[in-house]
């Protein structure tokens, strides 16, 4: 199959690819040992959320907040006239004011690739995902395929992607990825094809999968995240095509790893990792690799200037995100929205800053990790387990620390004589006793506030448990 399919080609071929193209032995290599990662999703490729106009307004707040299920703003301008958002357009933009009069308000003129990357690194973070583009169509970088309507051309005049790229590549050890929505709202050639209920391809063959090819071989991902089927079924998209291509041709084709969001009856059924919805939390195991992708501001996924310090989740609720994912077999996504000038805001510096240092000490029980026969205590509420079975050690990460200073843990069958139990950044064994039928009790150490090895949650490691 040649880079550059032609729409006969694509159709011929598309009748020789199923969903089990998808190579299974490549992802603990590339998903399974990382665990968590930081992402720009739903952010940057759309100007609106960055001006005046992500403003909440005061009819669209329920005691000061905005309700959960009211669209974003964002939404307003696709097709969804609420007349509370009609009434702020008309209130503080000019009457002909146009969706694409966003753009130039786009500068990113204080976006430092070189201060995100390190940003990200110190959050401890093993892949980040950046929106290439969403559904408004502004690609950031300078599409071939979305004349003046890209960051290039509009707004920024410079190459988002390759700059953050370039930074992430060589100035820390995460991995790149790339969001990508294939659907655009506003697309002509998307417009007709959805008006004869998907008869016509007009819109993947001539924008769609040329761009997604220039971004592949342009920026070469680790990491694919589609989204946005716009109702459409696989077929119409011919993401088997594109697949097939990405995981035995193109330039990644030994380290890409790519989701489940390929087209509607796709997701959560077929995809190198299934996401299966936003902020997807099962609590429980699944058999198939998944990713939790949810976000810190717990009402939008971009910048929200009015937004006030309880509509972000606390460091506490993302560490027990992270525990309760990772023991689960999942991966967390935590997304960020930077500003309209390319800063990341001090609530989200401070967050990824914690999550960060909580890491540096607990880490052990997070990276190459995999979900244990049990995923939760029984006896303990809030007790997260995983293990690493080639070094015999099972891990239990617990969010609230026993005023009794002992830790009641119904899982673990401990041998004596052969069991240990260290709690990590502390570093000395701790005394445990059996309980009567199973399970174990640890004696937790004696410690102030100041000689406590990490705040918001601790991990023991038990060596020689079953």
Not at 67 to 86: C, G, L, M, N
Not at 115 to 140: C, M, N, P, R
Not at 313 to 320: A, G, M, N, R, Y
Request: include cysteine; proline fraction near 6%; charge should be neutral.
């Amino acid at each position: 199959m040649s880079q550059w399919c032609s729409p006969g080609v694509q159709h011929q071929l598309s009748s020789f690819h199923t969903w089990n193209i998808f190579p299974r032995e490549t992802l603990p290599l590339a998903l399974k040992v990382d665990k968590i990662s930081m992402s720009e999703k739903k952010t940057w490729s759309i100007p609106s959320h960055l001006t005046r106009a992500v403003e909440t307004p005061p009819s669209a707040l329920t005691h000061g907040r905005p309700q959960e299920r009211r669209p974003d703003v964002r939404w307003y301008w696709q097709k969804e006239k609420i007349p509370a958002y009609v009434d702020f357009m008309k209130n503080n933009y000019p009457p002909d004011f146009t969706y694409e009069d966003f753009g130039p308000l786009f500068t990113a003129k204080f976006f430092d690739a070189n201060q995100w990357a390190d940003i990200l690194q110190a959050s401890g973070a093993k892949y980040v995902v950046l929106t290439s583009k969403h559904h408004e169509g502004f690609t950031l970088w300078g599409s071939e395929y979305s004349w003046n309507w890209n960051a290039v051309d509009v707004g920024p005049k410079r190459d988002i992607i390759k700059e953050l790229a370039v930074a992430v590549r060589n100035r820390t050890d995460l991995r790149f990825g790339l969001y990508y929505s294939l659907f655009e709202w506003f697309h002509p050639l998307f417009l007709e094809d959805e008006s004869s209920l998907f008869q016509k391809r007009q819109y993947p063959v001539s924008k769609m999968l040329p761009e997604l090819y220039e971004l592949v071989n342009k920026y070469q991902p680790e990491v694919l995240w589609a989204d946005g089927d716009g109702g459409a079924p696989d077929t119409y998209w011919k993401s088997l095509d594109f697949l097939a291509w990405l995981y035995n041709e193109s330039p990644v084709r030994d380290t890409v790893v790519t989701n489940d969001r390929w087209g509607a009856g796709s997701i959560c059924k077929h995809g190198g990792y299934y996401t299966c919805s936003d902020r997807y939390n099962p609590g429980h195991l699944l058999p198939h690799k998944w990713e939790n992708c949810m976000t810190i501001d717990k009402f939008s996924w971009g910048y929200r200037r009015n937004a006030g310090i309880s509509d972000y989740l606390t460091i506490e609720e993302l560490v027990k995100q992270l525990v309760q994912t990772v023991s689960c077999g999942g991966n967390l996504l935590m997304n960020i929205g930077p500003t309209q000038d390319g800063t990341i805001s001090a609530i989200f510096k401070e967050r990824l800053k914690q999550m960060g240092i909580w890491l540096k000490v607990n880490g052990e029980a997070i990276y190459e990790t995999y979900a244990w026969r049990s995923q939760n205590d029984t006896v303990t509420p809030d007790v997260w387990y995983t293990s690493k079975p080639k070094d015999k050690l099972v891990y239990a990460m617990f969010l609230k620390w026993p005023i009794s200073g002992q830790l009641f843990l119904a899982q673990p069958k401990a041998t004596l004589g052969a069991t240990k139990v260290k709690l990590l950044g502390h570093g000395q064994p701790l005394h445990w006793t059996p309980l009567k039928e199973n399970g174990i009790k640890v004696d937790l150490p004696q410690l102030t506030i100041h000689q406590m090895p990490c705040q918001w949650g601790w991990a023991l490691a038990l060596t020689n448990v079953t």
